[in-house]
């Protein structure tokens, strides 16, 4: 397969040294290894063969759905507002915690306490998904099928 | 487009009589080229070896669904450097987090690797090429050691033979402008 596409192409130009120099193989490799790897990369392909071929239950399939739906239904419950039933006592509340979380508590500088007090639910909106469960399980379960520009672009060294 | 001699042994995968004795055929043709191309990827022999392996399995598994509008190594090589890059992804994510980037890790690694020749310009010029961005070292590698064609190139990498003209240029500058700077 030699190159003769381009006589303008940029030359990777050294000096005192040769093009055979530069492309001697940088690596070594075991004694013998190119003469059994055949045997084991065929060794490996059956073995692999006979793991995909026995009838194997994906528990991915069931449970990355449902723990995105006890996500969503968490979530849900965390930012309802709460019922009448469900007032919480303040005073009960109060007494249930140790010392240390009353000092913790009382620790926190004005600005940390923005993120916990200041935001009204009536300000919190969750956006509806639009994607269908077969879609968020389609994409979970394609996980590592991860483009090679994507790969290159994650892995940017 | 797949060559005569990969169509015959295509031919032969989708046989189940003979799928076996095609595959290693396959195995045998392409193995050597693509443990040196995954090898300048992930440098250390243990890790070129397992991502090797791992190349031929998914090989296997796909090789029904390879569609022959591009040629069988073409293929190969695209699902080894998925691989490898991959197999750096896990690596950064398990051991390299508190390192600015794998190259660096990869360079040492170079340096201290008794498996790696002697050679003083040849640890130079690897470690020239572990200082590029990963998409300009992969097509440095095909183009310069495996002596690709730009457009074998592209059905790998997916990317336009402009776009890797420019790669190589840039490639083959910083690596100049570095091992000058070191000798």
Known sequence: ?157 | MTDDQDKDLLKRFRDPSSRNMAFRELVNRYQERLYWHVRRIVIDHDDADDVLQNTFIKAFKNLDRFREDSQLFTWLYRIATNEALTFLKKKRKNIFVSLDDVSYALSSQLESDTEVSGDAIQLKLQQAILTLPTKQRLVFNMKYFDEMKYEEIAEVTGTSVGALKASYHHAVKKIEAFVKQQF
């Open chain 1, 1 to 157: 397969m030699q190159n003769t596409e381009n006589h303008n192409e940029p030359k990777l130009n050294l000096e005192g040294f040769s093009e055979a120099d530069l492309k001697r193989k940088a690596f070594k490799t075991p004694e013998g290894y190119f003469e059994n790897l055949t045997p084991r990369i065929m060794e490996n392909v059956r073995a692999s063969e006979h793991v995909s071929a026995k009838p194997t239950f994906n528990w991915n399939r069931i449970l990355i759905p449902s723990f995105g739906i006890a996500a969503i239904a968490l979530t849900t419950w965390f930012f309802l507002p709460p019922t009448e039933n469900t007032e919480p006592n303040f005073d009960m509340a109060l007494a249930s915690l140790s010392v240390e979380e009353l000092t913790e508590y009382a620790d926190l500088q004005p600005a940390e306490l923005v993120s916990y007090e200041l935001v009204s639910y009536n300000e919190i909106t969750i956006e509806e998904s639009t994607f269908s469960d077969e879609e968020i399980i389609e994409y979970l379960s394609t996980e590592d099928e991860i483009e090679l520009n994507t790969l290159i672009d994650e892995i940017e060294i």
